[in-house]
């Protein structure tokens, strides 16, 4: 007659349990981990953000570092008011964000519609007060009559910027380059007085982030003006934080343009 096997001899023949298979949601994999082991990965994530966020602050310093094209032709555009040149663009602060909003008679969707990713632009950008409040103007261009552009505001409730009509011209020269006029694109400018100056431009999947203040500031020459930034000597700067404040809660003469 044979011996049983004590109890502890069979709880050392149990197999082991194996990795737990992946659970799978909407058709993706993904290992499902205890706590510590999700917070470990997560900090392992976090170290990679970090390093990716301070190589974004390099190149927003190298880009307060770009040379300036000083704007040498007379540009007119159609707006509200009727015409007026690029130095009115600015409305009286120093700094312009200008927007080449893809709409015109080429662009599918004419004229009820413009381009979707243009759309896409339109439809994150954040209230302007923090923009402002920076010395930043935001505003629109497009090959379109003014008439169509009107319109497709007032559809899409896209009226808390100026936007005007402007040339072919203007957008070949400042590398928008589709013939028609009908491409997109970002251009920054600085004022000085009467003298405009082309900081920076981007298109493409550059565009994709933009829209938030944070955005607007890493974009144009000044950028946040806070100490902490990298940026040229004689940039304007303060301690940080201190000018944050709630829309509608800046001193009007901070926000408020010239118009």
Not at 61 to 88: H, N, T
Not at 97 to 113: I, N, R, S, T
Not at 229 to 250: I, K, L, M
Request: net charge positive.
């Amino acid at each position: 007659m044979k011996k049983r096997k004590s109890s502890k001899a069979a709880q050392k023949q149990k197999p082991k349990p194996g990795p737990k298979a992946a659970t799978f949601i909407g058709g993706v994999a993904r290992k499902v981990v205890s706590p510590t082991e999700w917070r470990r990965a997560r900090a392992a994530m976090t170290a990679r953000e970090k390093k990716h966020m301070r190589a974004m602050d390099a190149i927003a310093a190298a880009r307060r570092r770009m040379p300036w094209m000083k704007i040498e032709k007379p540009y007119a555009f159609e707006g509200p008011q009727g015409r007026v040149s690029l130095v009115d663009l600015f409305d009286g602060r120093t700094q312009l964000a200008l927007y080449h909003f893809m709409f015109g008679p080429k662009v599918e969707g004419w004229p009820e519609k413009g381009c979707v990713g243009c759309s896409f632009v339109a439809d994150q950008i954040s209230h302007l007060d923090h923009v402002h409040a920076r010395g930043i103007t935001f505003a629109m261009v497009s090959a379109a009559p003014l008439a169509d552009i009107r319109g497709l505001r007032e559809r899409f409730g896209w009226n808390r910027w100026p936007w005007y009509s402007g040339t072919a011209e203007f957008n070949q020269d400042l590398d928008v380059s589709d013939k028609s006029g009908n491409s997109f694109g970002l251009n920054v400018f600085l004022r000085d007085g009467q003298d405009v100056y082309r900081t920076h431009f981007v298109a493409r999947r550059g565009i994709e982030a933009f829209g938030t203040a944070w955005s607007f500031f890493d974009v144009v020459p000044f950028s946040r003006q806070e100490t902490w930034q990298d940026a040229p000597a004689g940039t304007p700067q303060g301690a940080p934080y201190q000018w944050w404040r709630r829309h509608g809660e800046y001193d009007a003469g901070a926000v408020r343009g010239k118009g």
